[in-house]
């Protein structure tokens, strides 16, 4: 194995022109490893050659991997069966145990009871889901899947009318569209959510996502970059007017806007993060990213202003600029390691 060469694995159907080296996300990057002395191949996976891939696999020192949790419909339950033999030899990222460490809904669940967590609830079980639901006083709360993005298996639920039978449900894919359902309707809408012992998460709804929404981007334990979103996904309506999810800007890590977070995630946060979940720095990714609500403006607190939306692990792109050197620097030391 020549320790200078880097797979850049994407998605890709079979017969799929797509290459990630002519891709706008990776094209900087790609040229970035090159001027560094790696040589890159794009590889598209697919759980249909699988098989086929692993032994091409064997060659690279370094496999670097975008594929979402859910691809057209196919979870990453394969691909990240073979990624977690492949790393026995060479550096995977993500590894397939730092996702289901860090990069599930469940990280909700374990960080709640840090100062950027929340109101968390964690149902293991559909009978569990069913008895401890409608325990919670609030009107309004979201639920979402173990293992998804794009809003995918994400809703906010109103209870607010339960007495009466009645509760509405916008799924995060479906902009303002609000589902009328009965109780036992609600229920049996999330049953499959629990096959093959998954779980659901359900998490306090949160107003502040008026504020807008900042990405923190990181390679390894440092944060590389930032983008912020003003409208997102299940943005209320206001006024009877519905906002579309509009488009995300991006920043460099020194980006003034956000130092407050840099600190405090570099000094505090992923510290705490690594203890909790129990994994060591040079397990985490060389790109991932924690989204957080701003709860407070016109603050000098980070302390309080921002909490946990989500973690994503699996396929953060695209990314900002700032984060490619310090990709580059991450895969270094690893394969230097
Ligand atoms: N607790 C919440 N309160 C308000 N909006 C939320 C909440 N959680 C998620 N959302 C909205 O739903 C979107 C999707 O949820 P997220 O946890 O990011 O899952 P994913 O991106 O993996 O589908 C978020 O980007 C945000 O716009
Ligand atoms: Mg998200």
Redesign the pocket.
């Known amino acids: 194995m020549n320790n200078s060469t880097i797979a850049l694995m994407i998605y890709g159907e079979p017969g799929s022109a797509r290459n990630a080296l002519a891709e706008e996300k990776y094209k900087k990057l790609a040229g970035h490893f090159i001027e560094n002395g790696f040589a890159i191949d794009s590889v598209l996976y697919h759980d249909s050659v699988c098989n086929q891939l692993e032994a091409e696999l064997q060659k690279y020192a370094a496999i670097l991997v975008w594929v979402n949790p859910i691809e057209q419909g196919n979870s990453r339950k394969k691909l990240d069966a073979m990624l977690g033999k492949l790393s026995k030899d060479r550096f995977v990222s993500a590894h397939p145990d730092t996702i289901l460490k860090i990069g599930t809904?469940e990280i909700l669940y374990k960080l709640k009871d840090t100062e950027f967590g929340g109101d968390i609830k964690l149902y293991d079980s559909f009978e569990d889901f069913k008895q401890r639901f409608f325990d919670q006083q609030d009107d309004v709360r979201?639920l979402?899947q173990y293992r998804?993005?794009?809003?995918?298996?994400?809703f906010k639920v109103d209870v607010s009318n339960r007495k009466n039978d009645r509760v509405l449900v916008t799924h995060?894919t479906r902009g303002d569209v609000e589902i009328p359902m009965t109780v036992q309707e609600f229920y049996r809408s999330f049953e499959t959510y629990f096959d093959a012992g998954s779980m659901l998460v359900g998490?306090?709804?949160?107003p502040n996502?008026i504020n807008g929404?900042v990405r923190c981007y990181l390679s390894g334990a440092n944060v590389s970059g930032f983008g912020y979103q003003e409208v997102?996904?299940?943005y209320p309506v206001l006024n009877g007017v519905y906002k579309k999810p509009g488009q995300r800007f991006y920043f460099s890590e020194d980006c003034a806007l956000f130092s407050d977070l840099k600190n405090i995630m570099e000094r505090e946060w992923v510290p705490q993060l690594l203890e909790i979940t129990g994994t060591k720095t040079e397990m985490l990714p060389v790109i991932w990213d924690a989204?957080f609500f701003i709860n407070k403006i016109n603050t000098d607190k980070a302390n309080g202003k921002y909490s946990l939306?989500?973690i994503?692990a699996s396929c953060v792109s695209p990314f900002p600029e700032s984060s490619i050197p310090y990709i580059v620097n991450e895969l270094k030391k690893r394969i230097e390691k």
């Open positions: 809904k979201i979402k998804g993005n794009g809003g995918n298996g994400v995060a998490q306090a709804w949160n996502i929404m997102n996904a299940l989204d939306c989500e994503n």
